[in-house]
């Protein structure tokens, strides 16, 4: 059982592409070491996809209640493995798709559980935006991975609270920047206790639990409970889909189900806030008092990033399902319908023979096997997906 994932796939080299030539020797030397390839096709016949299959469903632990199921997943898995060849082609030498573990779901599968309804980016009071540009310098490049201030990369599983990551990662690096320890703390929390509405500006947003919700609400809900508890004593269950350490969360009071939508079918009360939630376990010293949201202008964002910390971003996702790694310039994209929130924690400069491409580095909340080890890269400079339009940060008390 020695066989894995790449020696089923046709290694391929696009010759034809600008970057091909560049790329060769990186290619030959990572292409045994990663799981899934870029540069290259997965065979489209009918008894590579079922091999392709079961080694997926073995590499990301799937399994299936019937034949049926298996069947239904299989089709779709058949039919992603062509569309990634299509995208890979497409996209040839610029950003690389493979097989992950959304490989078995259909865009609109994937939409509908892992990325939140669309929704305009919130407008606020202008007393809530910083604009100052400050007129540093800024570098080429610059990581706050590499400075410390974010936590490892965690998954989200099959719901959408990518928002409660989003927002939990910025106050993460918000409590590192005012000189405390690095600590997970629980987006489990957020999920379960939080059901802010925001009724002001164009289109209505709200925290809907596991079907989306939006960092600024997110940060108000902290200041109103008065603290976080860690991630580990608050421990994330929500999107396990049945694995050990589930949960059944009931929606959180006050939960509005003409924004949200009905709740899930079944909960357990002794699983959800009211029964586990404990002011005495927050971090000691914890507190939201303030949020802000930053200017839509990329230098301006890049600078006050450098002061303040890993900033919370919002963006249209739909295209990220497949993504594996480059950096990222969709050809649709949208830069108003928002559907996803991540975390921006620094930027670069992809340069080669031919392009210079500026990118901002992004992490998700899909997992460390996904994309960049759990990370990703967008166009920078052209407020690619929406991503410069949605940006917060939480203030919190100073030690
Ligand atoms: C934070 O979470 C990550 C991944 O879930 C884990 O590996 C790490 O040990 C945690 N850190 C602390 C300080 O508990
Ligand atoms: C509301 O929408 C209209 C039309 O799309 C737009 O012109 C206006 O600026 C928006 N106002 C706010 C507060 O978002
Ligand atoms: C839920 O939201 C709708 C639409 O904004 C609003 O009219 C309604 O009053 C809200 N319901 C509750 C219980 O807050
Ligand atoms: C609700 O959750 C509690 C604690 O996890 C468990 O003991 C109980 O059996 C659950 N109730 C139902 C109906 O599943």
Redesign the pocket.
Known sequence: MSTNINTLVTKKMNFGTKRAMASYAVWALISFAVLSLGSCRYAEDEDSARNLFKLWQKEYEVQYDSYLQAEEKFHVFWDNIKYINNLNKEYSGETEFALNHFAAMTTKEFKQKILMPKRQPPVFDESRYIRDRLGRDIPDSFDWVEKGRVTPVKDQGDVGTCWAFSAVENIEGQWIAAGQKMTNLSVEQVVECDSNVDHSGNSTHADCGVFGGWPYLAYQYVMKAGGMETGEDYSYCCGLGGKPGT??ICPAAGYNWTLCGDPTW?C????SCGAKINPKKFVPGLKVVDWKAIDEDENTIAEQMMTIGPLSVAMDATLLQHYHKGVFDPIFCSKTALDHAVLLVGWGVEKDLFSTKPYWRVKNSWGAKWGENGYFRMLRGSGICGINTAVTTAVLQKP
Request: charged share 0%.
């Open positions: 949960c059944s079944f357990n009360m002794t699983q």
